[in-house]
Each structure stands twice: as C-alpha cells, then as structure tokens.
Antibody, heavy 120, light 107 residues
Framework: QVQLVQSGAEVKKPGASVKVSCKASGYTFTSYGISWVRQAPGQGLEWMGWISAYNGNTNYAQKLQGRVTMTTDTSTSTAYMELRSLRSDDTAVYYC?????????????WGQGTLVTVSS | EIVLTQSPGTLSLSPGERATLSCRASQSVSSSYLAWYQQKPGQAPRLLIYGASSRATGIPDRFSGSGSGTDFTLTISRLEPEDFAVYYCQQYGSSPSFGGGTKVEIK
C-alpha cells in the first residue's frame, strides 16, 4: 500500500532553517512527483511547491521563492523540503503529498504531517 | 494566480440531508483540473474528486462533483455522520491553489 511517512516535529528559532523528510513506499517513486502543502493553526491549505521525482524539476510558489528548496533522493525514495529564514508565521503543519511526475497534479496520497513551530 | 472562493463558509445540516458546496475560480480552470478534498480534525486531507467529476478510489457514490470553467460544485447526496468535516477545492494547473474551505457541521 502507498505510504508517505514524514519526519518528526521540529521547534526552531526565527531566522533558522528546517528540513522535513518524506519517505515513500508502496509505489515506484520516480513515476510520480511530490508536492508540499502547509497549514497554519486553524487555517486553510497552502501549496508550497512541487518536485518531480522523475527528473528533479521543481516549481515553487512565488511567495516562497528564494526561501524554499525541494529535493529528492531516489536511492531511498525520500523527498525533502528545506525552508530557510524562518519566521513566526511559518509555524504550521507541513504535509507532503503524491502528485504527477510532469506537473503538480492532484494529490492522491498524503503524509501524516510534520508540525514546525517557530518561536524565540 | 488563480484564486478560488468557496461558499458558504459554514454549512449546518442534519444527517440524511443533501449538501451543496460551491467553488468559484477567478479565471477559467484549464481542462477541468479541479479537485475536492475532505479534512477532519488532526488528519491529513483526503482526495474525494479529481478532474471536476471523477471520484477517487474508495470514495462512496454519495459524493459527486460537477462544473467547468469557473464554477464548480461538490454535492453530498445524503450526509452520513462521518461526512461532517471541512472540504477544500483545489485547482491543479501549473501553480496550484486551494480554496478557503467549507465546514460542514451538524445542525
């Protein structure tokens, strides 16, 4: 069965960086892409960006350009999302979700979420 | 960027009733690249509908999607107790975006 298992909760200070992992299993990793979606406490969903596990192409949300980097390690079927220069409004649950390999697509499987708290 | 506006913000209904949720886009959504998700507290979203009207694997047929262009609808024909949740629409063109959500609560 398809599973996306994310790394554990993080607490970071403003200005720091965080790197969240998402390990995929139950399907051919390089046949799909991974998007990252975040949800601030009590708020809606925000798409952050996408990476193709097929060829490494990326597409980031404009508001996060320059602060976010998404990568994959095909040898371990793991996707990573690094967010730099953290601010208090980056506090959110971060989800990885499986999508298409050529463009973001819709998201048929989701990770369990990783809470990132930014606080001094 | 395509902005999605969902209405109403909250829908108060009883089990067995019909729910109609709206999602309006600021510009035409190409190829009906419109999906719907259900989210319950403390859980990740679950895909219900993609391509505006195709049900995802394992989704009961009481859920249906319709629409094209800028106006889309999710209908739940008869609400079951497990259907009370928040619902999001999403357009998945080159720069995906989500609507603000509609909460379906028990009346």
């Amino acid at each position: 069965q398809v599973q996306l298992v994310q790394s554990g909760a993080e607490v970071k200070k403003p200005g720091a960086s965080v790197k969240v992992s998402c390990k995929a299993s139950g399907y051919t990793f390089t046949s799909y892409g991974i998007s990252w979606v975040r949800q601030a406490p009590g708020q809606g969903l925000e798409w952050m960006g996408w990476i193709s596990a097929y060829n490494g192409n990326t597409n980031y949300a404009q508001k996060l350009q320059g602060r976010v980097t998404m990568t994959t390690d095909t040898s371990t079927s793991t996707a990573y999302m690094e967010l730099r220069s953290l601010r208090s409004d980056d506090t959110a649950v971060y989800y990885c979700a499986r999508g298409d390999y050529g463009e973001p697509g819709y998201f048929d499987y989701w990770g369990q979420g990783t809470l990132v708290t930014v606080s001094s | 960027e395509i902005v999605l506006t969902q209405s109403p913000g909250t829908l108060s209904l009883s089990p067995g009733e019909r729910a109609t949720l709206s999602c309006r886009a600021s510009q035409s959504v190409s190829s009906s690249y419109l999906a719907w998700y259900q989210q319950k507290p403390g859980q990740a979203p679950r895909l219900l509908i993609y391509g505006a009207s195709s049900r995802a694997t394992g989704i009961p047929d009481r859920f249906s999607g319709s629409g094209s262009g800028t106006d889309f609808t999710l209908t739940i024909s008869r609400l079951e107790p497990e259907d009370f949740a928040v619902y999001y629409c999403q357009q998945y063109g080159s720069s995906p975006s989500f609507g603000g959500g509609t909460k379906v609560e028990i009346k």
